[in-house]
């Protein structure tokens, strides 16, 4: 079970700048490893205030010159608002600068605006992502890409920088990317959202029938779920951090509309029908003293039975200082209960 710390680097207000966001995430990944937490994530978005990471290669390159244990990696690279040529050798250039230490997360994307403004035919984005799989593995395997698909065709083209294919996460749920993740061995991704481990079943069963259809017999299939966590004691900012988790919630949906709503760059926090009320995500949510957090992430463990966790804690809107404070209990009063729980279910 590996327990990571997830980097979405939004602006959560107005009044937050991307300096503050980056020497937030710096920092938090710097602490995250003497914490003790196996691997970080940086996403990819562009274009709104969702995030202010729009490579998130290039974050995990500077993350991995001020760290030394830590795995690091993109949750995702977004492949088909890329070509694959470009990314075969930026992933080859970060897994030598880190020490080999890369996790290579990849996606399709769901956001009709990017694919927009990149000129990316959204529709396509399965197949797009079935290729440039093809062109990664081909060329981190062998040092050479020939290729001729469909949307890329590459002569014979020689690696500078070839390697072995770092461990593979995928975000995408269509039966087919999920059937070869299994055959090579990659992780997938689900985002349990706001939902309790309960609600969060359907989600596994899709990922676990792609994955067997692809040939996998084993008890449990590999899988990552992401969860959002702040742990306080403080009522304010327990508030703080419901009314920045339902902030996300609505951005997460609105970002799925053909055009989102937004003034510049600024997310507009629209209500949905639906949507949980700030009392039930302080009940519910896993936000609060480390002893409720504690206990419903061993919860969620116990139900969903991932081999990945990957926990964000920046959606409070929160300074710098309160924000680090809570990943620090997290990793300092949370993380060892439920490594714990997790040696004694596998003695079992």
């Not at 003293?289 to 039975?305: C, Q």
Request: glycine share 8%.
């Amino acid at each position: 079970m590996e327990f990571a710390l997830f980097n979405l680097m939004s602006l959560n207000h107005a009044q937050e700048t991307p300096e503050e966001v980056m020497a937030t995430t710096i920092a938090a990944v710097q602490q995250a490893e003497a914490l003790g937490f196996d691997a970080t994530w940086f996403a990819e978005h562009h274009f709104t205030s969702a995030s202010v990471c729009a490579s998130p290669l290039m974050m995990a390159a500077h993350c991995a010159a001020l760290t030394r244990r830590i795995r690091l990696g993109p949750a995702v690279v977004v492949l088909p608002l890329h070509h694959p040529l470009r990314v075969v050798q930026e992933v080859g250039m970060l897994n030598l600068l880190s020490g080999g230490r890369l996790n290579l997360g990849i996606g399709t994307g769901h956001q009709p605006h990017e694919f927009r403004s990149f000129g990316v035919n959204i529709a396509a984005r399965t197949a797009i992502l079935s290729e440039a799989w093809d062109i990664l593995e081909q060329g981190l395997r062998t040092g050479v890409v020939n290729h001729s698909g469909v949307h890329f065709q590459i002569p014979p083209t020689p690696i500078c920088i070839p390697g072995t294919l770092p461990p593979l996460f995928l975000a995408g749920g269509s039966p087919e990317l999920l059937a070869r993740a299994a055959r090579s061995g990659a992780t997938p991704l689900i985002s349990q959202g706001l939902r309790e481990a309960e609600a969060a079943l359907p989600l596994k069963a899709k990922a676990e029938a792609g994955y067997r259809a692809g040939g996998f017999t084993g008890r449990d299939i590999p899988l990552g779920i992401q969860r959002y966590v702040f742990v306080t004691n403080d009522a304010a900012e327990q508030r703080a951090a419901a009314e920045g988790l339902l902030k996300l919630a609505r951005t997460t949906l609105s970002l799925r509309d053909p055009v989102p709503q937004r003034d510049g760059v600024l997310m507009r926090s629209l209500p949905y029908e639906g949507e949980p009320s700030i009392e039930w995500l302080l009940e519910r949510a896993p936000i609060g003293p480390a002893e409720k957090v504690a206990r419903i992430l061993a919860h969620d463990m116990r139900v969903l039975r991932p081999s990945h966790m990957s926990l964000y804690m920046g959606f409070s809107g929160l300074p710098q200082g309160q924000v680090l404070a809570a990943l620090e209990r997290l990793g300092r009063d949370v993380l060892p209960h439920l490594r714990r729980r997790q040696e004694l279910a596998l003695a079992s």
